[in-house]
């Protein structure tokens, strides 16, 4: 079996590399088609039920993708961003860490709230660009500043989506999560702020007095009240669990969207504005949709199993050796299934070696974090320089993430290997 | 028509193409209904609506089959499919309303405790749909089933779980694990008002003990074993001491803090003592070959066995397996044991039955204990 998987395995990859590369098809079509390959290579002939199941996994996600950029889209084609950006910096431009401390708690708190980073990205991410653009920094900073902040709170509590997958996966409870995972964040967020953002590296002021001027009709209220109305329906959805109807996350942000729409005096043309955001998004769709198929097709296989096992049969310290890199990568091609495909059996493999899975698993979300930007899906990666409007090669902008990273990894890492010794972080 | 154009057109249409026609089949798959035969033992045939009326007409309305002694006795409720992919579970229940006969007290038995869930798999699982049963007169043909209550049934889910009563975080996937939801509430998720109803029928009968049939993986600590509140431990350990003469076992605690689970919550909202069964199923570990029926029965797994050679698993694993007579064997020879410390612990609620147990299972396989619906009374073949 093991010998049948594995060529299987290198089938799919050969796939990939001959649909990537001489048949020039996206990465997304690269990694079906070479999925689908892999099924035939099996014997599973052309399992369309699969494709068709597949492609629903992460319906969710698109929706709330979607959902949030339109909302921010709405906000920001009233001019409410240009607003926001005035107001932190009349207030804190002249103090420079206040002003980057702000920016940073303004992008952690929607993905801290929501386990995704991608609605930090989305619901922030345009406004603290633009901030960070008024204070010198220079776009592959700006770009490199967001994606990290964007990982970094979708690791922070109350709600860390790698976390609690595998916390699912395992039947280990998710609780006393606060302390191991909040702490970290807020060291490592402070670090990358403070390392990207504290030296300008562009003269400063520049952009943000060539932004259109506010008119009278873009007031305070009228912009902060769609934002009042989303984080109102999260919190309440908190505060009273078992009164207040289930909305979720899509139908939440499609309110604040038609709030937005309703208070504002520009005229925006809703039916246009949501189709361009359609096509805005339409890569990062076509990604998820495309990871759901190809993650079903690998486990048909056996593909995702062999997987699986190599990542857990290594002896113990070239596992810890090698997590910086299986974590993030294992994101970077299989999105969220990582924390299904490694997450759960390394949790069980650490746990019966005696560490401790709350703190371990608090220090693997910040690996799993980084890998968001990396290829083939690099989901929360391209989603920030969309958002940025960061033009310049991707590689640009992982080389200007180095520093942080490695500090981010370095914690991590050490997270795992001292979870005993930091168990004290746990509160029963 | 530009070329890329072109292109997008025929990659929609395409994707709709293969929406539609895998979709027949996944559709197909959540109507087919199971035929379940009346043993000799069903006295009723009810359903989890009789007890919370809002059930009626949903995909959870569960048959809940009453197997009454000609003596009274005590009363157990045992139930299958709280994780509808655990499918040793489920049989295990209907080769008890199949089989089994009471001689005193009653048993009130659900097989598909999270019917949604039968009727719809895992997305990106990649599991068979149906499995099948070989029997002397041809095969029976069962759901294969998620984890969780299919999202068509309730969705969407919120961006954190938090459990009724205790107001415990847990993550968003759970408030459709029927396991993570007990006790229910009446105006709670379709979820939750399944469980309720549950909870209504143990309250109304005073059901005595309450017995939650599941499959875990083998890399998974808490398996082959009978998991119980402290209110319960001394009959499960008992019943684990009298059982590993034939198969290893033992008892782990229900941890207080750990809310929603059905060994903690049902003791905890009711009289009634509860306990979950887990036994191995290779099938739902992630290091295995491929996710086919075969492994599903035959529990057999090469990629699995070499993480055994490694000491990753909590359980022995050869090449014998872990087959599905075994696992239904297990439950069967379990219940049983527990059946009978409960006697010895409550002599006036005395509840005894006979079935089949592990031996006949391994001797016989569990399509021997399956009736053939083709040629029984049809007035005696449920639907469900
Ligand atoms: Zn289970």
């Known amino acids: 079996m093991f010998l049948k998987v594995s060529l299987i395995l290198a089938a799919m990859v050969a796939a990939y590399v001959i649909a990537n590369g001489p048949l020039k098809l996206s990465v997304e079509l690269a990694m079906v088609f070479a999925a689908i390959v892999g099924a035939v290579a099996s014997g599973n002939w052309l399992p369309l039920r699969h494709i068709a199941e597949g492609s629903s996994t992460y319906l969710d996600l698109a929706l709330i993708f979607f959902t949030a950029t339109l909302f921010m889209n709405v906000i920001k084609a009233s001019g409410g961003l240009d607003l926001v950006v005035r107001g932190i910096l009349s207030r804190f431009g002249d103090k420079r860490a206040v002003a980057l401390i702000l920016l940073m708690f303004v992008m952690l708190i929607p993905g801290a709230l929501t386990g995704a980073g991608s609605v930090s990205v989305l619901v922030s991410g345009g406004a603290v660009a633009m901030a960070l653009t008024y204070l010198g920094v220079s776009k592959d900073r700006i770009t490199a500043m967001i994606f990290l902040l964007a990982g970094l709170a979708a690791v922070a509590p109350p709600v860390s989506v790698w976390a609690m997958l595998t916390c699912a996966g ?87 969207a038609i709030v937005a729409y309703a208070l504002n005096f520009r005229k925006i043309d809703f039916f246009k504005l949501s189709s361009e955001t359609v096509s805005q998004l339409l890569p990062l769709l076509a990604t998820v949709i495309s990871i759901g198929i190809v993650i079903q097709l690998m486990t048909l296989t056996g593909v995702r199993g062999l997987i699986s096992y190599a990542v857990i049969a290594m002896p113990l310290w070239l596992v810890f050796t090698l997590l910086p890199i299986t974590i993030p990568v294992s994101e970077g091609i299989l999105g ?64 200007t993430c180095a520093v942080p990273w490695l500090a981010i990894t370095v914690v991590g890492t050490l997270m795992v290997i001292f979870s005993r010794e930091l168990s004290f972080l746990v509160r029963a | 028509m530009s070329r890329h154009v072109l292109a997008k057109l025929t990659t929609a249409i395409v994707m709709l193409a293969v929406l539609i026609i895998g979709g027949q089949e996944l559709y197909a798959h959540r109507h087919y209904e199971e035929p379940v035969v009346l043993g000799p033992g069903v006295t009723r045939v009810e359903r989890l609506s009789d007890y919370f009326e809002p059930l009626r007409g949903t995909m959870n309305d569960s048959v809940v089959y009453v197997l009454e002694g000609e003596e009274e006795g005590g009363k157990a409720f045992i139930f299958g499919g709280s994780h509808p992919g655990e499918v040793a579970g489920t049989l295990a229940a209907i080769v008890l309303v199949e089989n089994a006969v009471v001689r005193q007290g009653t048993l009130y038995i659900v097989p598909h405790m999270n019917r949604s869930g039968s009727t719809g798999t895992q997305p990106s699982g990649g599991y068979p749909l149906y499995y099948h049963i070989d029997t002397a007169f041809g095969s029976r043909k069962f759901r294969m089933g998620d984890r969780v209550t299919h999202p068509l049934d309730q969705w969407p889910d919120p961006d954190v779980y938090i459990h009724y009563p205790s107001g415990q975080s847990l993550s968003y996937v759970e408030i459709r694990n ?148 075994l696992r239904v064997g297990r439950h069967l020879s379990t219940t049983m044991s527990l059946l009978e410390e409960w006697n010895n612990f409550s002599p006036d609620l005395q509840i005894s039955i006979e079935a089949p147990d592990y031996y006949d299972l391994m001797d016989n396989g569990v399509g021997a204990f399956l009736r053939d619906p083709d040629t029984a009374d049809p007035s005696m073949v449920v639907f469900d």
């Open chain 2, 178 to 325: 029927s396991n993570r939801c007990w006790p229910g509430r009446p105006n709670g998720t379709l979820t939750e008002q399944t469980n309720y109803a549950a909870m209504e029928l143990i309250r109304k009968h005073d059901v005595n003990i309450a017995v939650d049939f599941h499959e875990a993986e083998l890399m998974y600590p808490v398996t082959n074993c009978i998991v119980a509140p402290s209110k319960s431990a001394s009959i499960a350990t008992m019943a684990a001491i009298n059982l590993s003469i034939d198969f290893d076992i033992h008892t782990e605690p229900s941890p207080p803090g750990y809310r929603g689970l059905s060994h903690r919550e049902i003791g905890d909202h009711s009289d009634a003592y509860p306990f979950l069964i887990e036994v191995p199923e290779p099938f739902l570990d992630q290091p295995t070959g491929p996710k086919t029926e075969s492994l599903l029965l035959e529990g057999k797994d090469e990629i699995l066995m070499r993480a055994g050679d490694k000491g990753l698993l909590f359980v022995e694993f050869d090449e014998s397996g872990k087959p599905i007579e």
């Open chain 1, 170 to 256: 395992t039947a280990i409870p998710y609780v006393g999560f606060e302390l191991p995972l909040g702490i970290p964040v807020l060291i490592l967020g402070t670090f990358t702020v403070m390392w990207l953002g504290l030296r300008p590296t562009e003269s400063m002021g520049d952009e943000a007095m060539a932004l259109p001027e506010v008119g009278p009709e873009v007031s305070g209220w009228r912009t902060a009240l769609p934002f009042v109305v989303v984080f109102s329906l999260i919190v309440a959805s908190r505060v009273w669990p078992h009164s207040m109807p289930i909305l979720g996350l899509p139908l939440i942000f499609l309110v604040g």
């Open chain 1, 336 to 399: 969220f299934g990582g924390a299904a495909v490694i997450g759960i059996p390394l949790i069980w493999m650490l746990n019966s070696v005696g560490l401790h899975p709350t703190v371990a698993l608090s220090g693997l979300s910040l690996l799993w974090c980084l890998g968001d930007a990396l290829p083939p899906t690099a989901i929360i990666g391209r989603l920030t320089c969309q958002t940025v409007g960061f033009e310049d090669n991707y590689s640009t902008f992982l080389k």
